[in-house]
């Protein structure tokens, strides 16, 4: 039943082909799938667009521009952080942008890169954490964490974009980045707490 089914789609296709010459599509130059570059634009109070989808492998170019009068900032991770009465903290639990090596060019003022790049020169920390694991010593182990930098625990990745500003954020997507992500701004101007305002949104990454 399928079989023939399908051996009748191939006849009709061949029949259209022989009978009518038509040209395929015209190919439009869209996204590079191994270089995708994508527009974000902060507005007051979202991202547009606010759900992103990128692939493992792919060299991603974020141009990123606050089109609004109010500073934004954009930070990509899990887990924002709260405090116990629910209040938001200055960023997520786990950084997405710790996982790669984002490289900035444009107008933004951008932190906690140092704590992206794993092989900053913060020698003794990473000896002493090389020798923690050896030797097991809690103690040690302890001094090695403090040692790799409390930014990156506390804040992440963030640029901040004053109004009308620009900048590209460029990086490798990895495995290590796969599933669901939140994307978001935690500035508080005018009481107002961007996030809770709705200025969240979703970056997927899928497999290769
Ligand atoms: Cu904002």
Redesign the pocket.
């Known amino acids: 039943m399928k079989k023939s089914v399908l051996i009748l789609l191939m006849g009709l296709l061949i029949a259209g082909c022989g009978s009518v010459f038509q040209p395929g599509p015209t190919p439009t130059p869209t996204l590079d799938p191994e270089a995708p570059e994508i527009t974000i634009t902060?507005s007051d109070?979202s991202f547009t667009p606010n759900r992103i989808k990128l692939r493992v492998g792919q060299n991603v170019t974020l141009h990123v521009r606050n089109g609004s009068a109010?500073?934004?900032?954009l930070m990509i991770g899990r887990n924002p952080l709260r405090d116990e009465s629910g209040q938001l903290g200055d960023g997520f639990e786990h950084d997405f942008f710790a996982l790669t090596q984002p490289e900035v060019s444009g107008e933004a003022q951008v932190m906690g890169l140092e704590g992206a790049q794993m092989d900053m020169p913060m020698g003794t920390a990473t000896a002493e954490g090389e020798m923690a694991m050896g030797s097991e010593t809690p103690s040690t182990e302890t001094g090695g964490m403090e040692g790799m930098g409390e930014a990156e625990m506390q804040n992440g990745f963030m640029a901040m974009f004053e109004s009308e500003q620009e900048a590209d954020i460029s990086f490798t997507v990895n495995e290590d980045m796969l599933g669901a992500w939140t994307m978001g701004?935690f500035?508080t101007s005018q009481g107002i707490v961007?996030f809770d305002e709705g200025?969240v949104g979703n970056v997927i990454v899928l497999g290769e």
Do not use: A, N, R
């Open positions: 902060l109070f109010t500073d934004h900032e701004c500035e961007h200025m």
